[in-house]
């Protein structure tokens, strides 16, 4: 159990998982994957926290654990040995817009893990580029054709077969 | 950014939501975690330096997969049933009918024959995660309801004969590609990851293969000369490109859209005809301003490739950069840039295309004209939606209209 000189860490963690978990699941799509994402980047977080007085920005700091821990995951391919290694999950609510939020979120989980991370901090979370190439560890430059390449990727997704042309409307 | 960039990315905020349930991160736990690892962390650091050797992670076991099997092929799909004529010259005049759906109406098209008898689609989604589909046949007005095993199940082709052809999820990141014959469901012969996209009416079928199933974004093209047969890797351009095949023409020629491995490379149309020895890569046509950056195939009938060609522009109009249809006449290799402008969709057997056209309606490009189609009687809200099919001589098309939470499967009839 955590002690009293954790409680600075918990209080921390606690008011930082909604966003970290809507980050998790924006990157994996999968409600399962993205709270082992969130678990780990808590675990890494608390074998640093007795130094983390260095570090600057904090939620910046986390945000990039989880967002390395993630790309790292997709390279390893230790996600395939979980059971929850299966296709890309959507939010059960009757809302608008079921079957687009489906077929977005399967055709975000076809874009190579780099360019859909850079796809999800830029437009899910509205990081700007410089912030988006140190979460990474990139250059700028680096971002904005990943991004480019992200969003014609979307784009051949979207409009191959799947769904079409919801376009000119919110031009 | 490009406005159709903007497009997508507005799109993709659709997603900023947090998963549903309750979180199970477990931050006691998390702490456990983190002090057994400083512990191991500090013993391990004593037993290398004691030892000298390096720790070797070992490979996890490769996780069982579900191999069954295809069943054994029942006899040859039934010839199909007599068409009604059509009746004079093309006029453009169309009506638009919502396809019964038993139960939930809610359900799109996804595909269909050269001769708009048959029809596939699918459900909205049910389930947990919500990525469960029903799939639906239609045959004219007759629907068939079919459950394909996986999730993300969906329908992309079907021949005259009603055999069609699809992909889902299976259980673990790979895909499963599927043939289905009077309603039974068919496995393709395996391939380990892999999806089928079109059938013509010999019953070849296209697809692709994943290259690594947890990188379903690198794919091969494969052919299946049937639903009994194992795929073959279709010859490549060159030795690092990747893509797909989206059609197979009724005399045997493949279209696959492809790049070439290089991510600054575009999309690019790639053909092999039957009997020819390499695939060919289609040049990029030309369209107002100079030639194309990007072609992306949408379909491949009558010896006519159809797509979208994009041009980027440093100044980009209010309208976004224009999406020309363009159709390629695989008999001389020119290709033709259509009027007006075309956001996906599909082309038929005379090299027309139909998807959404200007002003964001559905629509109809023919070489000489451009018509618009309706919506059925009584369709409130809005026109967004896709068209799926379109047959050969124009006069039947099938897609999907949306609007709010609606999503309906919608047959245009055209004389």
């Known amino acids: 159990m955590p002690d009293a000189s954790d409680q600075e860490y918990v209080d921390y963690v606690t008011a930082r998982l909604p966003a970290l978990r809507r980050l998790a699941y924006g990157l994996c799509g999968d409600r399962d994957q993205a709270?082992?994402?969130?678990?780990?980047?808590?675990?890494?977080?608390?074998?640093?926290?007795?130094?983390?007085?260095?570090?600057?920005?904090?939620?910046?700091?986390?945000?990039?654990?989880?967002?390395?821990?993630?790309?790292?995951?997709?390279?390893?391919?230790?996600?395939?040995?979980?059971?929850?290694?299966?296709?890309?999950?959507?939010?059960?609510?009757?809302?608008?817009?079921?079957?687009?939020?489906?077929?977005?979120?399967?055709?975000?989980?076809?874009?190579?893990?780099?360019?859909?991370?850079?796809?999800?901090?830029?437009?899910?979370?509205?990081?700007?580029?410089?912030?988006?190439?140190?979460?990474?560890?990139?250059?700028?430059?680096?971002?904005?054709?990943?991004?480019?390449?992200?969003?014609?990727?979307?784009?051949?997704?979207?409009?191959?077969?799947?769904?079409?042309?919801?376009?000119?409307?919110?031009? | 950014m490009r406005t159709d960039d903007e497009h997508v990315a507005n799109r993709l905020r659709w997603l900023d939501d947090e998963p549903a349930g309750p979180p199970r991160i477990d931050l006691p736990g998390a702490i456990r975690e983190a002090r057994r690892r400083r512990r191991n962390r500090r013993v391990a650091a004593a037993g290398l330096a004691a030892l000298g050797v390096l720790a070797v992670a070992a490979l996890p076991a490769a996780l069982g997969e579900d191999r069954r099997a295809a069943p054994a092929p029942a006899a040859s799909p039934s010839p199909s049933l007599p068409l009604p004529e059509p009746t004079g010259p093309w006029q453009?005049?169309?009506?638009?009918?919502?396809?019964?759906?038993?139960?939930?109406?809610?359900?799109?098209?996804?595909?269909?024959?050269?001769?708009?008898?048959?029809?596939?689609?699918?459900?909205?989604?049910?389930?947990?995660?919500?990525?469960?589909?029903?799939?639906?046949?239609?045959?004219?007005?007759?629907?068939?309801?079919?459950?394909?095993?996986?999730?993300m199940q969906k329908l992309t082709d079907v021949n005259?004969?009603?055999?069609?052809?699809?992909?889902?999820?299976?259980?673990?990141?790979?895909?499963?590609?599927?043939?289905?014959r009077d309603g039974e469901v068919i496995g393709l012969p395996v391939v380990t990851s892999g999806g089928a996209t079109a059938?013509?009416?010999?019953?070849?079928?296209?697809?692709?293969?994943n290259l690594v199933p947890e990188k379903p974004w690198i794919q091969r093209p494969v052919v299946w000369d049937s639903y009994r047969s194992r795929p073959v890797d279709l010859p490549l351009p060159g030795p690092k490109w990747e893509g797909t095949a989206i059609d197979i023409d009724e005399d045997g020629t493949i279209l696959a859209t492809m790049t070439d491995g290089h991510p600054d490379k575009p999309t690019r149309a790639v053909v092999w005809r039957p009997g020819a020895a390499r695939p060919e890569v289609l040049p990029l046509p030309r369209v107002p301003g100079g030639k194309a950056?990007?072609?992306?195939?949408?379909?491949?009938?009558?010896?006519w490739v159809t797509g979208t060609a994009e041009r980027d522009t440093e100044v980009v109009p209010r309208s976004g950069i224009p999406s020309y249809p363009v159709r390629i006449n695989l008999r001389t290799g020119q290709a033709e840039v259509l009027k007006g402008v075309l956001w996906a969709g599909t082309g038929n057997g005379q090299g027309w295309l139909a998807g959404w056209v200007s002003d964001d309606v559905p629509g109809v490009i023919t070489d000489t004209r451009s018509v618009r189609l309706p919506v059925p009687d009584g369709w409130r809200g809005e026109r967004q939606g896709e068209v799926t099919s379109f047959s050969d001589d124009g006069r039947v098309l099938g897609g999907k209209l949306e609007s709010d939470d609606q999503v309906r499967p919608v047959r245009w009839t055209c004389r």
């Not at chain 1, 678990?39 to 986390?62: F, K, M, N, P, S």
């Not at chain 1, 929850?84 to 055709?107: H, I, K, N, Y």
């Not at chain 1, 250059?139 to 992200?150: A, D, E």
Request: charge should be positive.
């Open chain 1, 35 to 171: 709270d082992d994402l969130v678990q780990e980047t808590a675990t890494r977080l608390y074998l640093r926290w007795a130094r983390i007085g260095e570090v600057e920005q904090l939620d910046a700091y986390v945000r990039t654990v989880l967002v390395r821990h993630f790309l790292d995951t997709r390279r390893r391919g230790w996600w395939r040995v979980h059971l929850f290694g299966g296709p890309p999950d959507v939010r059960s609510t009757e809302d608008r817009g079921v079957e687009e939020r489906t077929v977005l979120r399967d055709a975000l989980a076809q874009v190579p893990p780099r360019q859909r991370t850079v796809l999800v901090l830029r437009f899910l979370h509205d990081l700007p580029v410089e912030e988006v190439a140190r979460t990474l560890g990139c250059s700028p430059g680096t971002v904005k054709s990943q991004t480019s390449h992200g969003l014609a990727a979307m784009r051949r997704l979207l409009g191959d077969r799947e769904l079409a042309g919801r376009t000119g409307k919110e031009r």
């Open chain 2, 92 to 151: 453009g005049v169309c009506t638009a009918t919502l396809l019964p759906v038993p139960g939930d109406p809610r359900a799109a098209v996804t595909g269909g024959d050269p001769d708009g008898r048959w029809l596939v689609g699918r459900r909205a989604p049910q389930g947990q995660g919500r990525t469960d589909f029903g799939l639906l046949i239609w045959e004219g007005d007759q629907v068939r309801e079919v459950e394909m095993p996986g999730s």
């Open chain 2, 160 to 180: 005259r004969a009603g055999l069609a052809v699809g992909s889902s999820w299976g259980a673990g990141r790979e895909q499963r590609a599927w043939a289905v």
């Open chain 2, 199 to 209: 059938v013509n009416d010999a019953g070849r079928i296209v697809g692709y293969r």
């Open chain 2, 293 to 303: 950056d990007r072609f992306m195939p949408l379909s491949l009938a009558g010896g």
